[in-house]
């Protein structure tokens, strides 16, 4: 009996399958054989709605909900929907697959290998980030595997219509993601990039960010740095007096972390590691030159100028609980010291995600998730392309290729943060960066010295957005 019940729902998954992909594909012609509007098409996708068309000079621009599955393992226990936009260019053309690993903006805007393959781009916002979250939620259901299944539900629901090649793509958790997607599912995608994605395969063994921090930029701007960090220890108690009237001027609370001092103490911590993820050396002459000299408002400003006193309230962190859950359950988090700050200043260190996440939501650390996907990339990777940022933190623990990869690369953009992208690297690696996404989207150049963005620029579609989050959120 339970051989047949679990053939009977097999049956009825792929029956479910079959029907998307066929309704898609009955779509795309309309009447007197002409194509179906492209509206139509998405449309016709069992589990696809329209929250609304925007209108963009060149494109059509969609903002849909689809219905996923809370469990891709167990589809009849439940469903929710899922924010998705679509940037349509062309069928014609190839469609690169993004996500930032957080929420989905509703405004129109393209990713860098979305320009240079002048593409389509598909967006999606990662389950359990608002709107995008079961009611009630189920914590368990909130993990990589989960979330690839996700978006290759996504892929198969929307390539009958999309036919030609498609590349994922995203920037720090999204890079994450991409690279995850393409772990669980290796034939969906025709290559990956990944930019600036963290790789941190061991939790507990974080040194390769403290000696980050004695390498980066400049000893002028480091000393600097260090200094105002520390500075803003020892005037701790007229500083969260401070603190305290601007949380009670806002409406802040502190119920997740605890109290108002773990949060000040995390705001401060997050000061260095901030400064070098959004920041460029140049910026180094905004930082106070002598921090004992400095009065209280100039420390106060340059910590929330780049930390954030408002994130590590419950307000500021709410928005997070799912990416906090998953650093604390599979994904882990950087642990890194202070050896330039005396340990009386020091209450907390780094706190751990699980300070991060309201107690009644469970967490339970899994070790072995991001040691598999560590692997994977090592002796399976290929056709994928990760970037990384010379000063950004977030690079000391990297994704490497292997013996066992193919036409896959690591490359390193010279003096850039959290941003790093394709246009900052050396001009070699520039190029055969670019040639290598022409090819994997299709559309090769005829050589690499020739591998330049198909789509011109646009200052409002190209902007690039470095979201400016403490330093616990990659």
Known sequence: MRKALRWLLALTVLMGTLSTAGAATAAQVGQAGQPADIKDQLLAIPGMSLVQEKPYTGYRYFVL???????HRHPSKGTFQQ????????????????????NV?????????????????????YRYFTPSRPAPADWSKLDIWQAASDQHRVFKALKPIYTKNW????????????????RFYPRDMDGVVAYVAPN?????EDSAYDRFFTKVGTKECRDRLDAVQREALVRRDSLEKEY?????????????????DKAYEAVVLDYVWGFWQYSLLSDCDTIPANAQAATDDEIWTS?????????????????????????????????????????????????????????????????????????????????????YGQNDPWGAERFAVGKGSKDSYVFTAPGLNHGANVAGLTADQKDLATARILAWAGVPATTTAQAKPLAPYDARLDRQDVRREPTLRP
């Open 105 to 125: 903006s509703t405004t129109p805007s393209r990713s860098e290998p979305t320009r240079i393959a002048d593409a389509n781009q598909v967006s999606l916002e």
């Open 244 to 260: 305290a009237a601007y949380a009670a001027e806002n409406g802040f609370t502190f119920t997740t972390v605890g109290s108002l």
């Open 200 to 204: 941190d395969v061991v939790n507990n």
């Open 83 to 102: 924010r998705i936009t679509v940037l349509h260019k062309d069928v014609s053309r190839p469609t690169v697959f993004y996500t930032s690993g957080y």
């Open 303 to 387: 910590v929330d100028t780049i930390s954030g006193f408002s994130f590590y309230t419950d307000q500021g962190l709410d928005p997070y609980t799912p990416y906090y859950y998953q650093a604390g359950t599979q994904l882990g988090a950087p642990t890194i010291k202070f050896p330039y700050i005396e340990n009386k200043y020091l209450r907390y260190g780094y706190q751990p995600p699980r300070n991060f996440v309201p107690r009644s939501i469970p967490m339970k650390f899994r070790p072995n998730t991001m040691r598999d996907v560590d692997s994977w990339v090592r002796h399976h990777a290929d056709h994928m392309l990760f970037v």
């Open 65 to 71: 909900n689809y219905t996923q599955p809370v469990d």
């Open 167 to 182: 590349i994922a793509t995203g920037g720090s958790k999204g890079g994450m993601t991409a690279t995850y997607f393409e």
